[in-house]
C-alpha cells in the first residue's frame, strides 16, 4: 500500500466512495482513494507552504497593508494561502476529472438513442439481448462502444445481464439520462415487457429532451453573455480605473500634506492628509474580489447546463480575462496618466 492509498483510507467511506465514482465516471485508471488520499498530502503541504508565506512575507502584502501585528499576520495570511493553495490543487484535481466524465457524458447521450435504435432492432431479429446490446456497439461509438463491450464480456462470461448493466450505469454515472435508461431496461426485463417497443419509445423521448434543453441554451445566452462581460470586462477595468484615480489622489495630497487653510477659506481648519487607502492596498483588495465575484459568476453562468464541468471551463475563462483586461488596463492608465504623477 503506498503512502496515498493509507492517507485516503483515513478519509470517511462517503467520501471515498465519491472520489470513487468521480474517477469512475471519467474512465480513468487512478483509484480514487488514491485520488483522495493525494488530495490530503496537498492539503498538507499547502499547509506548510501558508504558514513560510506568512511568515517571511515573501510577496509584501503586509508589508503593503500595513500590517505589523505578527500573530495577525501568521493567522490571517496561513488561512488565506492556504484556502488558495488547496482551493487551486483541488480545483485541478477535480477539474480533470469533471472534464473527462463530461465528455463520456456527451458522448454517450449522442449516441445513445442511435444505440438504442439498433439494439432494438437486433431484438426484433431475433438476436438474445446481450447479443444484440453487443452487436450495437459500432466502432464509430468510440469509447461509449469500448465501455460496453467491455462489461457485455463479463454478461458472456456467466455475468447476470442486469448487473453488467448496472455496472456500466455506473461507468457513466453522470449522465442521468443514461442511468435512467438502464433502469428501465433491466426493469423490462424483469417484468417480461417488450423491450424492443420501450427501447424505441425511449429513444424518441430522448430526442425530445435534447432538442429540449438545445431551445433553454439558446434563451439564456443572453444572461450569460451579460453575467460574462461584466465580471471579465467592466468590473476589472473600473478597478483599474479606481486604482489609477487613487494613486493620482495619492501623489497630489502627499505634495500639500499638512497644508491648513486660512479661517477665511471654507469656514478654516482644513489641513489635507494622504488618503488612508493606498494604492498598494486597493491593487491586492482588487484582485481580491475579482478572484471571488468570478467563483460565484461562473456558478450562476453554469447553473443552466448540465454539464459539472461547465463551472470550471467558466472560472478558468473568468479568471483568465478578467485579471488580463484588469493588468492591461493599468499598463494603458500608466501610459495616460504618466504625465500628471
Known amino acids: 500500500m503506498g503512502l496515498l492509498y493509507i492517507l485516503g483510507k483515513h478519509l470517511p467511506e462517503k467520501v471515498q466512495r465519491e472520489w ?15 485520488v483522495a488520499g493525494g488530495l490530503v498530502l496537498w492539503a498538507i503541504i499547502s499547509l506548510i507552504i501558508a504558514f513560510a508565506l506568512a511568515y517571511t512575507d515573501i510577496l ?15 493567522f490571517t495570511g496561513t488561512v488565506v494561502y492556504f484556502a488558495v493553495l488547496f482551493f487551486a490543487g483541488y480545483a485541478f484535481v477535480l477539474g480533470i476529472l469533471e472534464y473527462k ?24 431479429s431475433g438476436m438474445p439481448l446481450d447479443q444484440a446490446i453487443w452487436a450495437a456497439a459500432r466502432p464509430e461509438f468510440g469509447i461509449v462502444s469500448e465501455a460496453i463491450k467491455q462489461r457485455i464480456k463479463e454478461a458472456f462470461g456467466g455475468k447476470p445481464i442486469e448487473e453488467a448493466l448496472n455496472d456500466l450505469a455506473e461507468d457513466f454515472n ?14 423490462a426485463i424483469k417484468t417480461g415487457s417488450e423491450l424492443s417497443t420501450v427501447l424505441e419509445r425511449t429513444a424518441d423521448e430522448i430526442r425530445d429532451i435534447q432538442q429540449y434543453k438545445e431551445e433553454m441554451k439558446t434563451n ?48 478654516g481648519g482644513l489641513t489635507f ?5 493606498s494604492e ?3 491593487f491586492y483588495f482588487s484582485l481580491l474580489s475579482i478572484f471571488i465575484t468570478a467563483l460565484f459568476s461562473a456558478r450562476i453562468i453554469a447553473a443552466g447546463e448540465s454539464s459539472k464541468s461547465a463551472y470550471f471551463r467558466y472560472l478558468i475563462g473568468l479568471w483568465l480575462v478578467a485579471f ?4 492591461i488596463s493599468n499598463a494603458l492608465l500608466d501610459i495616460l496618466f504618466k504625465q500628471l504623477l
Do not use: C, H
Open 20 to 34: 470513487e465514482l468521480r474517477v469512475r465516471a471519467a474512465g480513468s485508471n487512478w483509484d480514487g482513494v488514491d
Open 60 to 74: 509584501g502584502v503586509f508589508k503593503a497593508l500595513n500590517i505589523e501585528n505578527q500573530i495577525v499576520r501568521l
Open 273 to 277: 492628509s494622504i488618503p488612508r487607502i
Open 280 to 282: 498598494e492596498a486597493f
Open 101 to 124: 466524465a463530461d465528455r463520456r457524458k456527451q458522448l454517450i447521450e449522442r449516441y445513445l438513442p442511435d444505440l438504442l435504435i439498433l439494439i432494438a432492432s437486433n431484438l426484433r
Open 174 to 187: 453522470t449522465s442521468l439520462i443514461f442511468k435512467r435508461t438502464i433502469r428501465m431496461i433491466t426493469e
Open 324 to 327: 488580463a483586461v484588469f493588468f
Open 220 to 267: 439564456i445566452m443572453v444572461y450569460k453573455m451579460f453575467i460574462f462581460f461584466a465580471t471579465a470586462l467592466g468590473m476589472p477595468f473600473l478597478y483599474a480605473v479606481s486604482m489609477k484615480i487613487i494613486e493620482v489622489l495619492y501623489s497630489a495630497f502627499k505634495q500639500v500634506e499638512g497644508i491648513t487653510l486660512p479661517e477665511q477659506l471654507l469656514g
